[in-house]
Nanobody
Framework: QVQLVESGGGLVQAGGSLKLSCVASGRTFSKYAMGWFRQAPGKEREFVAT????????YYADSVKGRFTVSRDNAKNTVYLQMNSLKPEDTAVYYCSQGRDGATSASDKAYNYWGQGAQVTVSS
């Protein structure tokens, strides 16, 4: 059974940084793309970033491009989301997800496993 466990969320002031981690277990991590999504109160879940199976390709939502960086360490079964220059509008629950295959995708339909979420709150 696949499990994804996020950590690293918290409260930070605007302009600050946080790094989320997501450890995966249950199937061969290095075969699958990983994604990050977020959901703010009263809003639908939205795509944030994705990375392919080997880490050679990444893709970002326009709202985070240049501020967030997704990376992975296949030896540690872990994907990361480095978040810099955080804004109050980045406040949300952030979800790690594992893809159905190794390719990047911004569609949540391309992911079949999800973590429990990590709260990120950015104060102004």
């Amino acid at each position: 059974q696949v499990q994804l466990v996020e950590s690293g969320g918290g409260l930070v002031q605007a302009g600050g940084s946080l790094k989320l981690s997501c450890v995966a277990s249950g199937r061969t991590f290095s075969k699958y793309a990983m994604g990050w999504f977020r959901q703010a109160p009263g809003k639908e879940r939205e795509f944030v970033a994705t990375i392919n199976w080997i880490g050679s390709a990444t893709y970002y939502a326009d709202s985070v491009k240049g501020r967030f960086t997704v990376s992975r360490d296949n030896a540690k079964n872990t994907v990361y989301l480095q978040m810099n220059s955080l804004k109050p509008e980045d406040t949300a629950v952030y979800y790690c997800s594992q893809g159905r295959d190794g390719a990047t995708s911004a569609s949540d339909k391309a992911y079949n496993y999800w973590g429990q979420g990590a709260q990120v709150t950015v104060s102004s």
